[in-house]
C-alpha cells in the first residue's frame, strides 16, 4: 500500500451515501481531506461517526441524510463556511441492491413490491448528478456493482456516464477488480471518472499492482462488449488497463486470515443439545496468534496513525448447530449442492446408528436445509486457501 501522499493533503472529498465510511478511508489514505459525508442509514451513520470523528460537513441519519432531501444551495454554503470555495472531488456509491445479480431475485420475491427493475434505488444517482451539478467540483467518481451494465438491456451506467458529460464534464468508465489492488477478494466494481472539461484532463484508472486468475463470471463478455454503448468512448476495457511492475501475486484467503485466531467457540455448546435459534450472538474479543507475517494482516492491524486493532471483536456467528458438522466436511470450493449431498449422508448414518426403537429417531430436517438446491448454489461456498475469495454474499 502506498504511503499517505502529504503532498496533496489540501485536495478535499465530499462523501454521498458515504455508509460506514470506506470511500473516505481511502481518500484519506491517499492524501484526501475528508469535509463531509452524507449518509441516511443511522446504523452507518454512526460507525462512521465513530470511526472519524467530526467533519465540517456531515449530513447523517435518517431525518438530514437523505441525499433527495438536500439543498444543495444550503450544501453549498455549508461548505463555503468550512473554506472549501472550490470542491476537489465529488464520490458517490448509490444502493447496489436493484442492480446487484443476487439482490434482484430477492426483490423480485417480495410480491408487495415494484422489483428489482423498478426499484426506486436504481434512480438513486440522479441525485448524485444534482448535486455534482449545484457543486462543480474539479473530479466526480461514481461506484456501483456490474450489474448496473445491464437492468433488463439497460447500460445504466452509460446513463450516468450522459448525465455526467451533460454537466460539463468528460466521464470514462470500466470495470474494476479488487484484487488487482491487494483485496484479498475478487469483488468487481463499475468505476467511473470524470473530470470538469475546463481542466482539459483526461480521466485515468490506476493500473493492476497485483495479478489475479479472475474465473468465469468476471469480466464476462456480455459485459465488457463495446457493442453495449451507444457511446464507446465513454468505456475503457479493463484488459487494457496496464499492469505496475513488477506486479506480485494476489493476496490469498490463508495469507488474509493467517494472524487471526480459529473462530470455535459456538462449537462449546453443540454437546449440550443446543438447537437452532436465529439469533446472533456476539462473542467477547479475542486476542490475534501471532504477529502479522504479511503486509497484509499488518495493514489490517494498523491501518493509520488513528485506525489501530488490538484485538478480533464483534465477530459472531449464525446459530445453526445442524449445520456445523456439515461445514466440517465440505472441502475448499464445495458449494450448497455439495453440502446438502454431505448432510444426507449424516442422515443416513445417524438412521444407521439409531440403537433401540425407544431413542427418538432422526428426522431428515435434523441434518438437511431446507433451502432448494437448485435457485442459488453459491448460498454456500467454503473458500479456498491458496487462492483471494470471490465476492462474498450476504446470505
Known sequence: MTA???????????????????????????????????E?????????????GDRPVSLLGPEIGDVRNISTRALTNRLRRAGVSELDL???????????????????????????????????????????RALRP???????????????????????????ADAGYVARCTLLNAAWYGVPQTRERVIIIAARKDLGAEPAFPPRRFRADLTRGHLSGA?????????????????????????????????????????????????????????RSVFAPVEYVRAPRNWYCLKMRAWNDELHSADVKDHFCRW????????????????????????EVRYQEALARR???????????????????????????????DVPSWTVTAH
Open 4 to 38: 499517505r501522499a502529504t503532498e496533496a493533503e489540501h485536495y478535499t472529498s465530499l462523501d454521498l451515501f458515504a455508509g460506514a465510511g470506506g470511500f473516505t478511508l481511502g481518500l484519506e489514505e491517499s492524501g484526501f481531506r475528508c469535509v463531509g459525508a452524507v
Open 40 to 52: 441516511v442509514d443511522p446504523v452507518a451513520s454512526a460507525t462512521l461517526q465513530k470511526n472519524f
Open 90 to 132: 465529488l464520490v458517490a456509491g448509490p444502493p447496489c441492491q436493484g442492480f446487484s445479480r443476487v439482490g434482484r431475485g430477492k426483490l423480485d420475491s417480495i410480491k408487495s413490491g415494484p422489483g428489482f427493475a423498478l426499484d426506486d434505488r436504481n434512480n438513486l444517482y440522479e441525485q448524485a448528478i444534482r448535486v455534482l
Open 138 to 164: 474539479r473530479l466526480f467518481v461514481f461506484e456501483n456493482v456490474s450489474g448496473i451494465l445491464h437492468l433488463r438491456g439497460r447500460n445504466v451506467a452509460e446513463d450516468v456516464c450522459d448525465a455526467i
Open 223 to 279: 459485459e465488457l462488449d463495446r457493442r453495449n454503448w451507444r457511446d464507446p468512448d465513454y468505456f475503457v476495457d479493463p484488459r487494457r488497463i496496464p499492469t505496475e511492475f513488477p506486479a506480485g501475486p494476489a493476496v490469498t484467503v490463508s495469507e488474509a486470515l493467517d494472524d487471526l485466531p480459529s473462530f470455535t467457540g459456538h462449537l462449546a455448546a453443540l454437546g449440550n443439545g443446543h438447537r437452532y435459534r436465529p439469533l
Open 320 to 343: 445453526t448447530p445442524r449445520d456445523f458438522p456439515t461445514f466440517a466436511q465440505m472441502r475448499p470450493g464445495d458449494r450448497y449442492p455439495e453440502a446438502i449431498q454431505i448432510a
Open 355 to 385: 440403537r433401540c426403537d425407544g431413542e427418538r429417531r432422526p428426522t431428515r430436517k435434523d441434518f438437511v436445509p431446507p433451502y432448494p438446491v437448485d435457485s442459488f448454489p453459491d448460498k454456500w461456498r467454503k473458500l479456498i486457501p
